[in-house]
């Protein structure tokens, strides 16, 4: 090998390894909420869409990690929102699952559309019982009837669950009481087999009632 042929390869592997050196700064310090050393990186020419090996976003990680400051800066810089990790889970859907209703506003604020196939936001919300961010979800169009990949809607996952306050939102919000499970019936079954009287005997009057 040359002299010059030698240079150049040192060259493109000092290149690389700064590059991956930045790359793993740039997601340490992401998840250990330290906005401002993020930005430093971001505006120092690191991708606003730059992923974990899970494929975790940026945006993903600020979700998850309910850092509202770093969180909007990424969004004020066109990350994807509808990004989504190995797992089919975007940054809305993190922030629904953890409670993190700043997060969840900023992104409805932002008219991120909360809809799409698979395991959606809403359900997520109605599964852990975030009567808040049910809220939020369907004044940001959330589809209220849409279905999990298991067959089940919000009212359903909330109803087995034992939420009554999330239920109590989604039937005011005109989910649909009839929608069924082959195996589990409905929402109200749902709940009555899984002994949460009270959820039950609110479906019941509520169906009734319409």
């Known amino acids: 090998m040359n002299r010059y042929a030698f240079l150049l390869l040192a060259g493109l592997t000092l290149s690389q390894a700064t590059t991956a050196g930045v790359y793993d700064d740039t997601l340490f310090f992401a998840n250990q909420n330290e906005t401002d050393k993020v930005v430093d990186l971001l505006r120092r020419g690191m991708d606003v869409n730059t992923t974990d090996p899970q494929g975790n976003s940026l945006l993903m990680i600020a979700a998850r990690g309910n850092n509202i400051e770093l969180a909007r800066f990424l969004l004020d810089n066109r990350a994807n929102p509808q990004r989504k990790n190995r797992y089919g889970d975007t940054a809305l859907m993190l922030a629904a699952l953890q409670g993190h209703t700043e997060i969840v506003r900023l992104m409805v604020e932002r008219k991120i559309d909360p809809n799409h196939g698979g395991w959606n936001p809403l359900h997520y919300a109605a599964f852990e019982g975030r009567a808040e961010i049910i809220s939020l979800l369907l004044a940001g169009g959330a589809d209220i009837n849409l279905k999990a990949p298991n067959g089940q809607s919000a009212l359903m996952l909330a109803a087995k669950r034992g939420h009554l306050e999330a239920v109590r939102i989604l ?40």
């Open 171 to 210: 039937v005011g919000a005109n989910a649909d009481l009839s929608v069924s499970d082959p195996e589990e019936g409905t929402a109200q079954d749902m709940a009555q087999k899984a002994n949460h009287t009270d959820v039950a005997t609110f479906l019941k009057r509520a169906a009734a009632g319409r």
